[in-house]
Structures are given as C-alpha cells and as structure tokens.
C-alpha cells in the first residue's frame, strides 16, 4: 500500500493571504464576543437581579469559548433583542463570513489551472463544494470584508456604551485600542 500524495506547498503569496484572513477571523470573533457582551449586559438594565447576573455572567464565561458560527448566531440574537437596524443586512454578511472562514480554514488546496491559482478541496455542511480557482486577490477580498464586517460589529458594541476589554490590551497606551 502507497502513502497518500503529500499535498502541495502553496505559494508563499497564497499562504500569506490565508494567514491574514484567518487573523481576521480571529478579530471579528473577539468583536463578536464584546459586542454580544455589551449587548446583552444593556439588556439586562440598571436594575436587574443578582440572580439575573449571575446567569448572565455565567453564559459571558461560557462565550469565550464559543466558535465562530456560534458567536454569529449569539450575536443575531443579541441584535434581534436589541432592535438594531438593517441587523439583516449584517447578519448576511456575517453568513457569508462564516462560509469563508471554513473553506478557507478546512479546504485542502491544490494547484489550479493557472500560475496563482489554487483549487480548495472542501465540502461543507450542506454538501457543496466552492466552484471556482482562487487565487491571493480572492482571499485579501475576503480577509478585507472581514475586517469591515468586524468594524460594524464593533462600531455596535460602542453604540451601547460599554465597551468591555480586549484581551491582550490591559497594559496598552491610551488610545491604542483596535478599530
């Protein structure tokens, strides 16, 4: 019995292109758990109960290991219950990223029919496979709608007036805090 092929090296332009959309996916998942934070601590009002915060704080715990699709459908709840407008339109974008975020992070990659192209290999949950080459410009659009979606997340959770904290940035200078 043979050994499986290796697979191929991707171009260093490719895989740095994967590298950065997968640092946004990192970035918009961190967005997405402050921004559920501040929505749905604003929902519980001045006055809740130390049992209603304890519940909350406990599901906040439970969040920071949440995956991305769970945070996407966390996070449509916390804007439904919050009334946020055209919420739609982002949480269609958010779907799509989550579409993204898989194929780019699961897809097993092999060359395409031109020089920087590339063909992922992967079958989603629905059973479909991503039609189309790929190529470094393809995943920098996807890694650049991530960051602008990841904006809009976190441009609600200033909305609210509570900003909560972003990991890695308790010592940092004032006014160095990510967009």
């Known amino acids: ?17 994967i590298g950065h959309a997968v640092s946004a996916f990192g970035f918009l998942e961190e967005a997405l758990k402050r921004a559920i934070f501040s929505l749905t601590r604003q929902g519980l009002g001045e006055d809740a109960s130390d049992e209603a915060l304890e519940k909350w704080l406990r599901r906040m715990e439970e969040i920071a290991d949440d995956t991305l699709g769970t945070l996407i459908d966390s996070f449509g709840a916390a804007m439904r219950q919050a009334r946020i407008e055209d919420r739609h339109i982002l949480a269609e974008a958010l779907d799509d990223i989550r579409l993204k975020r898989n194929l780019l992070c699961h897809a097993s990659w092999r060359p395409g029919s031109q020089p920087g192209r590339w063909f992922p290999t992967f079958i989603n949950t629905r059973g479909e496979r991503h039609p189309d080459e790929m190529g470094a410009a393809d995943v920098h659009a996807i890694h650049a709608e991530t960051l602008k979606v990841a904006r809009r997340v976190v441009s609600i959770m200033r909305a609210t007036g509570i900003a909560g904290e972003w990991a890695g940035h308790d010592a940092a200078p004032a006014g160095d805090e990510p967009a």
Request: glycine letters at 0%.
């Open 1 to 17: 019995m043979s050994l499986p092929r290796a697979p191929d090296r991707l171009s260093d332009e490719m895989a740095a292109a």
